[in-house]
């Protein structure tokens, strides 16, 4: 168990919907990193708070958004779902100049 | 679970043959690289890092080398054992404390034979 904590395990909507996925990261670290895994693409950084800031933005759309909240919760919020977006979408945390430790994902199935 | 990455490439083992994964990264500036299993329905699982300063790491039944003049990464697993099929990721960053996103490699699938 790596101290990451994801939900729901599974979503399944319909395309042009909004869902938020939630992240709890381990105790004590600081970074939240959001993934997006689909099958062709591999593991696809899409962004990174710390301490409740953005800090390092990579392939996230414009339909996306994250937020890192004051108890370093995260959610990561999709909207306008398309078919493409069905993919696994990870969370990780980390301590500074450590590695990252990720969560069990959450499976987006949009139809 | 989901099947990840349906068209890895595959390396097939032996039980209790030893695995070595190799791995190409992009970036001559990363200081910093992690080696990553991910089993089916489960998020990758950190296995063992490298930092550049380094040119070898060895862990439990594991041993990363690190060459950076040819910006190639290996994973050996010792005695491999069934436990270990999974798919394989490296990843690498440019270190910089508090922002030190990730860049995975493509993966490789490890299939353990009896």
């Known amino acids: 168990d790596s101290g990451v904590t994801q939900t729901p395990k599974h979503l399944i909507t319909a395309t042009g919907q909004r869902v938020t996925l939630r992240c709890s990261p381990r105790?004590?670290?600081?970074?939240v990193y959001w993934y997006q895994q689909s099958l062709d693409q591999g593991l696809q950084f899409l962004i990174q708070?710390?301490?409740?800031?953005?800090?390092a933005k990579g392939n996230i759309l414009e339909r996306f958004s994250a937020q890192q909240f004051p108890d370093l919760h995260s959610e990561l919020n999709l909207s306008s779902l398309e078919l493409g977006d069905s993919a696994l979408y990870f969370c990780?945390?980390?301590?500074?100049?450590?590695?990252?430790?990720f969560g069990n994902g959450t499976r987006l199935t949009v139809t | 679970g989901e099947s990840v990455g349906l068209h890895l490439p595959t390396l097939s083992v032996q039980e209790g043959d030893n695995s070595i994964i190799n791995c190409a990264y992009s970036?001559?500036?990363?200081?910093?690289f992690i080696w990553y299993k991910q089993e089916s329905g489960k998020g990758p699982q950190f296995i063992i890092d490298?930092?550049?300063?380094?040119d070898k790491r060895q862990g439990q039944r594991v041993t990363v080398l690190l060459n950076k003049t040819v910006k190639h990464l290996s994973l050996q697993i010792a005695a491999t054992q069934p436990g270990d099929s999974a798919v394989y990721f490296c990843?690498?960053?440019?270190?910089?404390?508090?922002?030190?996103?990730?860049?995975f490699g493509t993966g490789t699938r490890l299939q353990v034979t009896l």
């Open positions: 990843a690498e960053t440019l270190n910089t404390g508090t922002a030190s996103k990730l860049t």
């Open positions: 970036n001559s500036a990363s200081d910093y």
């Open positions: 708070y710390y301490n409740g800031e953005e800090r």
């Open positions: 105790s004590g670290d600081l970074s």
């Open positions: 990780a945390s980390s301590a500074p100049n450590s590695p990252l430790h």
């Open positions: 490298i930092r550049s300063n380094m």
